[in-house]
């Protein structure tokens, strides 16, 4: 069972991961150059969308792991060390 909440962990930091990266990137070049309106605007609604994920997946965790999402991992393959 240890085994099996350490994927589940990893899987969700991946996704928490994926999402903040792109997010992270743009509010730096936000804050460091001198962009054009409509560009600071497309990069603050990335944001926003990525961080929306995070938010939701956060409040899955606070809730609870669909049972969905648990039969969909355990039908992914485990990487054996």
């Given at each position: 069972?240890h085994?099996?909440?350490?994927a589940?962990?990893?899987v969700?930091?991946?996704?928490?991961l994926n999402?903040?990266?792109?997010?992270?990137?743009?509010?730096?070049?936000?804050?460091?150059?001198?962009?054009?309106p409509?560009?600071?605007?497309?990069?603050?609604?990335?944001?926003?969308?990525?961080?929306?994920?995070v938010v939701?997946t956060?409040?899955d965790?606070?809730?609870?792991?669909?049972?969905d999402?648990l039969?969909?991992?355990?039908?992914?393959?485990?990487?054996?060390?």
């Amino acid at each position: 069972m240890h085994d099996d909440a350490d994927a589940l962990v990893a899987v969700v930091a991946h996704g928490l991961l994926n999402a903040i990266i792109p997010a992270v990137g743009a509010a730096d070049l936000l804050a460091k150059e001198d962009l054009a309106p409509a560009t600071q605007r497309d990069m603050v609604a990335m944001i926003q969308r990525r961080l929306g994920v995070v938010v939701g997946t956060l409040q899955d965790l606070v809730r609870g792991i669909p049972m969905d999402v648990l039969d969909m991992l355990e039908d992914v393959p485990r990487a054996r060390a």
